[in-house]
């Protein structure tokens, strides 16, 4: 059965560093898929980015990115010049597309923090 | 283009009571999927549905769940006989197939049973 391991509960940033949220994946499935979610205060689920695994360049959004380690099975999330915007709750989630089902199975989260 | 639609925000119910959440896809999706999320936790998938078909219950409690997606109208997950460890919130999510590998959430809802 596929894992997905945030090992960071909390973590905080100064406004305007980086800071990098690590999750880990277990499968023996070659083809599947990636995400960060946010979650705010408002509880709304917002897909932060994205990583197919059979592409081995790195996803970009504006100031959030990813280290896509597929040997390694790692995916962090790197979030460069920190807004206080981007406090909330992160999962990472992965979905594998071959087993029909299609769920998304999420880790446990990483509230971060992001200090004036 | 409404995202996924949820209602109620909010919901108490009293042990014993029957609870009915309810999910509306976004236009032109097919496949809806419910998570549950205790409290500090993530989300944790209960089933996904397509229109009139449960294609996968595997994360559903065996007992007072249920789930289902009409061929007109939301799609209704239902917890008979609420305890207090079912207070959670209830997330949907659409698809506009199962291939598409993206799901689009609602803004859940927040179950408290007293």
């Known amino acids: 059965a596929q894992t997905v391991t945030q090992s960071q509960p909390e973590m905080s940033v100064q406004e305007a560093e980086t800071v990098t949220l690590s999750c880990t994946y277990d499968?023996?499935?070659?083809?599947?898929?990636l995400f960060w979610y946010k979650q705010p205060p408002s509880r709304q689920m917002i897909l932060v980015i994205r990583?197919?695994?059979?592409?081995?360049q790195n996803a970009t959004e504006n100031r959030f990115s990813v280290n896509f380690q597929k040997a390694a099975k790692s995916f962090s999330l790197k979030i460069s010049d920190s807004q206080l915007g981007d406090t909330a709750m992160y999962f990472c989630a992965f979905m594998n597309p071959t087993s029909g089902t299609y769920k998304y199975i999420f880790g446990t989260g990483t509230r971060l923090k992001v200090l004036a | 283009n409404a995202g996924v639609m949820q209602n109620p925000r909010h919901l108490v119910r009293r042990r014993g009571q029957e609870a009915r959440l309810r999910c509306s896809p976004m236009?032109?999706?097919?496949?809806v999927y419910w998570y549950r999320q205790l409290p500090e936790e993530g989300l944790k998938f209960m089933v996904y549905?397509?229109?009139?078909?449960?294609?996968?219950e595997s994360g559903m409690p065996k007992e007072r769940f249920s789930a289902e997606f009409p061929k007109e109208g939301p799609s209704i997950l239902r917890i008979q006989q609420v305890v207090r460890g079912d207070s959670a919130a209830y997330f949907c999510?659409?698809?506009?197939?199962?291939?598409?590998?993206?799901?689009?959430f609602g803004p859940g809802t927040r179950l408290t049973v007293t």
């Open positions: 990583q197919e695994a059979y592409k081995q």
């Open positions: 999510a659409s698809s506009s197939s199962g291939g598409a590998y993206e799901q689009y």
């Open positions: 499968t023996s499935e070659s083809n599947y898929y």
């Open positions: 236009k032109g999706h097919s496949h």
């Open positions: 549905l397509q229109k009139e078909n449960i294609i996968d």
